[in-house]
């Protein structure tokens, strides 16, 4: 589904896995929780859980990529297939949708396109009909809350599209410690590992203990280059 969570410590009592499990969390994210925690260290505790949202919380990739899609297409004539995002995916919006067009010789207007991104993304693609969230991801973050966890969302989009997002997923924002956004982070964007770090300073939990949950992909270790676990 997208979703990668490497975990290399163990929680005292309850472990993660433990609040996955009680959460009623897929068998899938459980399943990964125990096999990293098996083989993982046991030395440092975990205060935070720090989540990306695109494609770890709640399944919008692709639905971005159509309406990035649609945008090129009719702000600047560039007809692309939608997977050709999938190299610019979890970097900013910015750069989503500018290196595409790069790619095809056309310099675009930043601000422009990504209003009308945001605009197109959430009239047509995620207004809220349907519930985008992953199964087990509300589940997870509630009990990592009960478990005494701190929790936040550290995402490379835009609040506006963190709004839509957890909203279309039927996951209040108000479970979230703190949210970090891209336009509301002063640094450098995925793939640094800056903004996980915002996110534990914003919690008030510095690395190793904050726990990262990132899809990885492409973009590499960024929790455990943030001095996390990732």
Known sequence: MGCRIAIRVRLAAPTLN???????V???????????????????????VLFDMDGVLVSSDRISRLAARDVLKDL?????????????TGMGEGVFLAGV?????????????????????LAKYCDGSENISFPGAVELVKACKNAGLKVAVASAADYIKVQGNLAA????????????????????????P????????????????????DRGCHRGDRGGAAGGHA
């Open 194 to 213: 800056d903004i996980f770090l915002a996110a534990g300073e914003a919690l008030g939990v510095a690395p190793p203990r904050p726990l990262c949950g």
């Open 26 to 48: 897929s068998g899938r994210w459980r399943q990964g929780v125990a096999r990293k925690m098996a083989a993982a260290s046991t030395t440092a505790p975990v205060e935070a």
């Open 101 to 121: 067009a790069k790619a095809h010789g056309v310099e675009i207007d930043v601000d422009r396109t990504k209003a009308a991104f945001f605009e197109t993304y």
């Open 76 to 88: 600047y004539a560039i007809d692309v297939d939608p997977e050709v995002f999938l190299a610019y």
């Open 169 to 192: 997923g039927r996951i209040d924002i108000g479970l979230f410690d703190a949210v970090i956004s891209a336009d509301q982070f002063v640094g450098k964007l995925k793939p640094n």
């Open 18 to 24: 433990d609040c996955a499990r009680r959460g009623g």
